[in-house]
Nanobody, 122 residues
């Protein structure tokens, strides 16, 4: 599966952004698409994930309640709506894919798109 992320930008604290991840290639029903981010000087961390079949979602605790991940099967995209953004959400966001179970560990995601930059100003 090939993935391409877009939707990043500069936003003020409290604002919203929607990130999109377009999938192509082998998009089988057991594909899981996840969002990860890497803030300056920090390691890449899990943000959210969704199973392509729509059977489940996962969220990092710090974004839970502020973010919604969804799948648009007509357009083969996975969207991450982020609201009430905080400066600590500033990072490069990546979408990634794996076949199998829903999980949050980036080492089990084998397909990665390029990053999209999110900058939240205070």
């Amino acid at each position: 599966v090939q993935l391409q992320a877009c939707g990043g930008g500069l936003v003020q604290a409290g604002g919203s952004l929607r990130l999109s991840c377009a999938a192509s290639g082998r998009t089988a029903s057991n594909v899981v698409v996840g969002w990860f981010r890497r803030a300056p000087g920090k390691e890449r961390e899990f943000v959210s994930a969704i199973s392509w079949s729509g059977g489940g979602t996962l969220y990092k605790d710090s974004v839970k309640g502020r973010s919604t991940i969804s799948r648009d099967s007509a357009n083969n995209t996975v969207n991450l709506q982020m609201n009430s953004l905080k400066p600590e959400d500033t990072a490069v966001y990546y979408c990634a894919g794996r076949y199998g179970r829903l999980m949050e560990y980036n080492r089990y995601y084998h397909y990665w798109g390029q990053g999209t930059v999110v900058t939240v100003s205070s």
